[in-house]
């Protein structure tokens, strides 16, 4: 009987397993004939709306033939390359992606380095929306204030205040703050995220301008002047950087020459390790901060403007106007604005993005016999109006584009003739400065604020 029993057993067992084989082998080949499946992703959805050649990276369960372009969706569009590694995709974005936007990443026929078997593959992923910091003086009403926002969001918020804030720029967790004491002297201090206070030791007494902070290296860079008789300054819009992160002492950039340079203006560029600098001549130079006597002439201009977001160019301005500058190759191209509304207009500050360029720009009005301000899209012999000030009176001051070139902020005057300064010696401004904020592609005007010096 036992002997029956083991026998019904065995037969029972192998009856079992062989079942479980042949549907495990069912299983592996429906899995093959299915095709590679996408296991996990990566990107970083806050430096993707701020700098160039960011990276999707999209890891398949199993290695996979190389990927071309034409299998790639991207939704919204967007220019971009695509390089295949083991079990990688790598896409990556030529230029940076819009704010608080849902892509979808689809990949189709993607093909199993083993066997062949091809299958889609699909990711989804939003971008972040910029925090925004401007500065909001009280007129002398109370402390000077640092405001942040939202591009789209109605809500302000209080990141800093103190009495007399000259300048300010923000890095993703502090910010460098420049206020005035009652002699006029500078001070700068270093504004932690939960209000901690660290004092950066200038090189004396004195003043500092064109307060600057490069996201990218950490590093902060302003120009000082020494207080005294102009004769004996050791410092004259001397141009220094800081590292917060290192020793925190404010050392000097130098020239051609080895020397400390004195600049008239001067910027990051964004995604590098260099400085665009114009020197107190008027001949601008591209110095490398990472490498010791890394200074390249560029030529010699009666301005230095805005440094593209790509890091590629800088807007200068000679005789005949506006030129966009190749910091590789020093080659300049004229920025010759179109006719607007018919008319001539008269060209100023400019700013290249990755098509066509934004400008300031005046055209006379026989209404009230002046000029009135514009900021104009320029591109392949066209003008399109983005923006002027409601009252032919108000002006245009300045504007800045942001990061990914979707927005451009634009410091106005609302009436020029009633304006009253706000008694700053360094970096003054009108008090009732306003800054406009919008979308490049539409014209539509966001989001207004009270303040200026916005910062992305």
């Given at each position: ?149 939202g ?31 009652a ?10 995220s ?62 051609l ?20 600098a ?69 060209g ?9 360029w ?9 209404k ?45 005057v ?12 360094v ?30």
């Amino acid at each position: 009987m036992a002997n029956l029993s083991e026998s019904r057993f065995r037969r029972a067992f192998v009856a079992t397993v062989t079942v479980l084989v042949v549907l495990v082998g069912g299983f592996v080949a429906l899995t093959s004939q299915q095709g590679p499946k996408l296991s996990s992703a990566q990107i970083d959805v806050g430096g993707v709306v701020t700098k160039s050649n960011e990276q999707l990276r999209m890891f398949a369960n199993q290695q996979v033939r190389p990927v071309t372009a034409a299998q790639v969706r991207i939704t919204p569009s967007a220019r971009f390359a695509v390089t295949t590694a083991g079990s990688v995709i790598a896409v990556q974005f030529a230029n940076p992606l819009r704010y608080g936007t849902r892509y979808r990443v689809s990949v189709d026929g993607v093909a199993s380095a083993s066997d062949g078997q091809s299958s889609s593959i699909t990711y989804e992923f939003s971008t972040e929306s910029p925090t925004l910091y401007y500065l909001h003086r009280s007129g002398g009403s109370g402390p000077d204030q640092i405001m942040t926002t939202g591009i789209r969001q109605p809500s302000l918020r209080v990141a800093y205040s103190a009495p007399r804030i000259q300048a300010f720029a923000a890095f993703p967790h502090a910010l460098a703050v420049v206020t005035l004491s009652a002699s006029g002297h500078s001070s700068l201090n270093l504004i932690g995220s939960q209000g901690q206070v660290e004092h950066i030791n200038l090189p004396g007494a004195g003043t500092v301008d064109q307060l600057q902070a490069d996201e990218d290296s950490g590093i902060l860079g302003f120009t000082f002047t020494d207080a005294g008789p102009t004769p004996k300054r050791a410092y004259s819009d001397t141009l220094f950087t800081v590292d917060p992160n290192g020793t925190a002492v404010p050392q000097p950039v130098k020239g051609l020459d080895g020397q400390p340079v004195s600049v008239l203006d001067w910027s990051f560029v964004p995604s590098s390790s260099e400085i665009v600098a114009q020197n107190i001549d008027e001949s601008t130079i591209l110095i490398d901060t990472a490498k010791a006597n890394s200074v390249t002439p560029l030529g010699t201009f009666l301005e230095l403007g805005a440094v593209a977001a790509d890091g590629k160019s800088v807007v200068v301005v000679d005789v005949n106007g506006q030129l966009q500058l190749s910091l590789a190759t020093g080659k300049t191209t004229r920025l010759s604005p179109a006719l607007l509304h018919g008319a001539t207009v008269m060209g100023a500050a400019a700013e290249t993005l990755t098509t066509g360029w934004l400008q300031q720009e005046s055209v006379y009005d026989k209404k009230i016999r002046g000029f009135v301000s514009h900021l104009v899209l320029n591109g392949a012999g066209q003008a399109r109006e983005l923006f002027h000030p409601v009252n032919p009176k108000g002006s245009i001051e300045s504007f800045s584009v942001s990061p990914n070139s979707e927005y451009v902020a634009i410091e106005t005057v609302p009436n020029v003739s009633t304006s009253v300064d706000d008694g700053y010696v360094v970096n003054g401004r009108s008090k009732s400065v306003t800054t406009n904020f919008v979308d490049i592609a539409t014209g539509a005007l966001v989001k207004s604020v009270t303040g200026f010096g916005v910062q992305w």
